[in-house]
């Protein structure tokens, strides 16, 4: 199995996710904009009333028939956490979906003139792109537009009874720019369709956040005493580690892999949710010891897993497994209990022994070379099961 970073059928306001009415004005020096108009939503939904996610956008966002109105009516003006995939370059690691915005000569000279077209943004260094000390930041959305406003955009909308393009607001699945400033002036963007920007926590509303926090303060409690169980690929960490630890990924402060029982119910003695954080799970393993694993804000908030919906436990345990997966056959639920592997054993059964593989690369003869914790290399074979192994020295 492969843990990824990432659908009902519209977008709501993320205001609407509690009740209200959006009424956030417009940014400070930013042209008036028309907000998009109550009476074309559809009407709210409970973060309470799913089964298991906690930001129905996402699920809704991937139908492939949502309107540039109804991403407008999630973020505009709506303060965001920023996040996404970060490119490791050292000191200068960068979010690799965020570049450094502008806005663009033209609309400052339209803005001056007082017009009431909204301003544009755009990226003037496609290389330069958002520092990763922004991630997990708080930013507000100071413009949605679509990415190429041109005649070749007008072809695209859909088309009235006259064959004339309809409102910009009525395009499916629109080509869309998220503008955003944070509070130091910094201003950055990112291009994404409306499944795309599902599928990864980029910018997820702070009303959204809240919403969740409110429910998980309720129910967390609700899950302890519940038995869960641990992989190769679960991150365990000492009782005494640090939130910021956990969030650093601190090796030192990790349980080591032979330590932790794989595949033995271990019941959960604590739950805690950690303000835009994610939750902190507790757990007793047979011997008496106790470990703790963090669910990131960004695994609370992906859509769900092959569009199956998930409970409420299965979406806070992160990498923890509500049960010893059925698809595994005795003889491998037997190995990866006892932390072994074998020739023949599938490469899913091989994941939940050793855990997520290091590196990939193609095998001389066949399949692939998969290389665990820089210490041990499996070759898969074309059927996707082991075929061989060796350590490394």
């Given at each position: 199995m492969k843990f990824q970073a990432a659908f009902a059928l519209v977008a709501l306001c993320a205001a609407l996710l509690r009740g209200q009415t959006p009424t956030q004005a417009a940014p400070a020096g930013a042209a008036a904009q028309p907000q998009p108009d109550a009476a074309q939503a559809q009407p709210p939904l409970d973060p309470r009333s799913d089964s298991g996610e906690f930001a129905p956008w996402r699920v809704q966002f991937g139908s492939g028939k949502i309107t540039f109105l109804q991403v407008k009516y999630l973020f505009l003006y709506q303060n965001v956490i920023v996040g996404g995939t970060v490119e490791d370059l050292g000191s200068s690691s960068q979010l690799l979906d965020w570049r450094i915005a502008e806005q663009t000569p033209e609309s400052m000279s339209a803005s001056n003139d007082k017009t009431p077209h909204p301003p544009r943004y755009f990226v003037p260094h496609a290389m330069e792109g958002l520092s990763v000390r922004y991630s997990g930041k708080k930013a507000n959305v100071i413009a949605i537009q679509l990415h190429t406003p041109d005649a070749?955009?007008?072809?695209?909308?859909?088309?009235?009874?006259?064959?004339?393009?309809?409102?910009?607001?009525?395009?499916?699945?629109p080509c869309f720019d998220v503008v955003v400033r944070f509070p130091d002036g910094t201003t950055a963007m990112t291009t994404q369709y409306p499944a795309s920007i599902a599928n990864a926590m980029l910018a997820e509303p702070m009303t959204v956040i809240d919403a969740a926090a409110d429910r998980l303060q309720q129910e967390l409690p609700e899950i302890v005493g519940t038995s869960i169980y641990a992989a190769g690929f679960t991150p365990l960490y000492k009782p005494n580690t640090t939130i910021d630890e956990m969030v650093n990924q601190v090796d030192a402060r990790r349980i080591a892999p032979a330590d932790v029982p794989l595949f033995v119910p271990l019941p959960i003695v604590a739950a805690r949710y950690v303000d835009a954080v994610g939750v902190v799970i507790e757990v007793l393993f047979p011997n008496g010891d106790r470990a703790i694993s963090l669910t990131s804000m960004s695994q609370l908030f992906l859509p769900p897993l092959n569009g199956k919906q998930q409970s409420f436990l299965e979406c806070v345990i992160g990498l923890f497994l509500p049960e010893i997966p059925r698809k595994l056959t005795r003889k491998e639920v037997s190995a990866i209990k006892s932390g072994s592997i074998y020739s023949g054993m599938s490469e899913n059964a091989l994941e939940?022994?050793?855990?997520?593989?290091?590196?990939?690369?193609?095998?001389e003869d066949s399949g692939r070379k998969l290389t665990f914790r820089n210490s041990l290399v499996v070759v898969i074979n074309y059927s996707g099961r082991v075929e061989s192994w060796k350590f490394l020295n």
């Open positions: 070749a955009s007008a072809a695209k909308k859909p088309l009235n009874a006259m064959g004339e393009p309809i409102s910009d607001d009525d395009i499916i699945n939940y022994v050793m855990g997520f593989p290091d590196k990939q690369t193609d095998a």
